[in-house]
């Protein structure tokens, strides 16, 4: 399995990025996917997750109301919008692939995308 992270980069707070995951080597559509972030000196957190269908999403408090998840079975991508972001939001994001819904120890794990707020 992999997971292709991309997007990230460097937006001045308030603005917005598509986070991109493609992801080969599993049957897509029966696997949730998530994003996690890790933010310098912090511990490694959840961010969102969809289900196989997209019928169910899941947040992290810090994420509802100005992050999307959503995900294109037909082109084996997941995608993570975010809106209005926050200097706090700067972190390297994670996207992460399980056969189980869940919000922490997600079997595949990509290489991470760096973003970066600037204030």
């Known amino acids: 399995v992999q997971l292709q992270a991309s997007g990230g980069g460097l937006v001045q707070a308030g603005g917005s990025l598509r986070l991109n995951c493609a992801a080969s080597?599993?049957?897509?559509?029966?696997?949730?996917m998530g994003w996690f972030r890790q933010a310098p000196g912090k511990e490694r957190e959840f961010v969102a997750a969809i289900t196989g269908s997209g019928g169910t999403t899941a947040y992290a408090d810090s994420a509802k109301g100005r992050f999307t998840i959503s995900r294109d079975n037909a082109k084996n991508t997941a995608y993570l919008q975010m809106n209005t972001l926050k200097p706090e939001d700067t972190a390297v994001y994670y996207c992460?692939?399980?056969?189980?819904?869940?919000?922490?120890?997600?079997?595949?794990w990509g290489q991470g995308t760096q973003v970066t707020v600037s204030s």
């Open positions: 992460v692939a399980d056969i189980r819904w869940r919000r922490s120890d997600y079997t595949y």
């Open positions: 080597g599993l049957t897509f559509s029966s696997y949730v």
